[in-house]
């Protein structure tokens, strides 16, 4: 397994990018299994067998796949379709509905937790296989919004609850953004593929909440809240390293919803409408989280932007390049573009393994691979869509994006075409 060719002299071109694409693709392939669900992959690209099947992981996998698809990849198609078949079988729970947060690893284990955060990725998974018309896709999606709103939706707040128990009759008083980010993510391609209204209104309030949020609390997003949503800013002060739950700002998630923000709007035809929200929000992210001196974005901060967690997580660069653009193209500043040439540079040189395949998924603070919190390269999700999005027309998701961009796969170059740029 070898990565992608080093980053030319004169920065990401679409033939760097569909190369490097392909060859995350490649990676990624040996995960879904025979039944259908995606292992964790080592850092060779090899299922590590002491790992879990996770939802998440699969689903992640499976939309991968799904966009690889939508743009041509030869192979892609049935890994689309295997992974929406494990989804819907594997690690569905037949005894109480909804999915199972893991199967594995040994015979029988199952963690039967019911997330918001893995039920939103069930929704984006399925909503992607609508969009590159998989079969059983569309009935998966229907019973994956049915799942998320009669189990997670809170009425009264206009959010998710984040967990529950396996036969739903325990709510966890614990309340997060992070579920809800990606529920966002989730409801947009809902909307992308069933052309249902509701969906899109209702990740458009769920971002209005956290725009709220953020601005009180000077653009850092408070990402923990009790059962009655009031932010509980020390929680997990103990915790720094927890991979989904940890103390502090997360400016990775400051990047990311930025992006979403602007991809509300253009999903909801209100241009301009969350702009300064996204804007401050980047600042915000980018100027916390930078490591200017030695390059790489921190994990956490504390309230006062100081760095809590200054490892570097893939995932965080993933999202700020792909902020980057997006904000380049809705505000057409060139500085925006010249930012993501930067950090597009610091990913090959730091976070892109050219032996074996993939992004490390973690680095020291001296930009060297480590595994404290992330081991392996258990997904290529972020990574991908990432380099993919620059070459894509702007929607509400990244299926539409690729299915509207019409493109295919030529050899290793993705083929350029002026119109779909729009």
């Known amino acids: 397994m070898t990565g992608s060719p080093l980053l030319p002299a004169s920065g990401p071109h679409p033939s760097w990018r569909a190369e490097h694409f392909l060859s995350l693709l490649d990676f990624a392939r040996p995960s879904i299994g025979a039944d259908g669900t995606a292992g964790w992959l ?3 690209g090899a299922v590590d067998p002491t790992q879990p099947a996770h939802l998440w ?8 796949f799904g966009l690889g698809h939508l743009l041509g990849v030869e192979g892609t198609e049935e890994l689309l379709g295997r992974g929406l078949d494990g989804v819907a079988t594997s690690l569905a729970d037949a005894e109480h509905g909804g999915w199972l947060a893991s199967r594995g690893p040994g015979a029988g284990e199952v963690d039967g937790l019911k997330q918001a955060y893995g039920h939103a990725f069930v929704v984006l998974a399925a909503s992607t296989g609508v969009v590159a018309g998989a079969r059983g896709a569309g009935a998966l999606l229907a019973r994956a919004l049915e799942v998320l709103e009669e189990r997670f939706w809170e009425a009264d707040h206009q959010l998710h609850l984040d967990e529950r128990s396996r036969d739903w009759t325990e709510i966890d008083p614990y309340r997060g953004v992070n579920a809800n980010m990606h529920s966002v993510e989730a409801l947009l391609a809902a909307h992308d593929a069933t052309g249902e209204r509701r969906w899109l209104d209702r990740a ?14 000077g653009w850092r997003i408070p990402e923990h809240f009790d059962s009655a949503w009031v932010p509980q800013l020390e929680y997990n002060a103990d915790r720094p390293h927890d991979p989904f739950k940890p103390y502090g700002a997360t400016p990775g998630h400051g990047l990311e919803w930025a992006r979403l923000l602007l991809q509300v709007d253009v999903a909801s035809d209100t241009a301009g409408r969350r702009s300064d929200a996204a804007r401050n929000l980047f600042e915000r992210a980018v100027e916390d989280g930078w490591d200017g001196p030695q390059g790489g974005f921190v994990y956490t901060t504390d309230w006062t932007g100081t760095p809590v967690e200054a490892r570097r997580f ?12 997006v904000l380049h193209r809705t505000t057409g500043e060139d500085r925006y573009a010249e930012l993501a040439d930067g950090w597009w540079r610091w990913i090959d040189d730091h976070l892109v393994d050219h032996e074996r395949g993939s992004w490390y998924h973690e680095l020291d603070t001296d930009n060297v691979p480590s595994g404290r919190t992330w081991v392996g390269k258990p997904d290529v999700y972020h990574a991908a869509q990432a380099v993919i999005l620059p070459d894509l027309p702007l929607t509400g998701s990244f299926a539409a994006s690729a299915s509207a961009a019409g493109r295919i796969l030529d050899g290793t170059r993705l083929t350029t075409s002026t119109e779909a740029r729009g």
């Not at 992981?57 to 991968?64: E, G, L, P, Q």
């Not at 458009?204 to 609390?217: F, L, T």
């Not at 893939?314 to 653009?325: G, K, L, R, T, Y």
């Open 314 to 325: 893939h995932w965080v660069a993933a999202e700020a390049a792909a902020a980057a653009d």
């Open 57 to 64: 992981i699969t689903c992640r996998m499976t939309h991968t």
């Open 42 to 44: 080592d850092d060779a």
């Open 204 to 217: 458009a309030v769920i971002a209005d909440r956290v725009i709220s949020w953020a601005q009180d609390n």
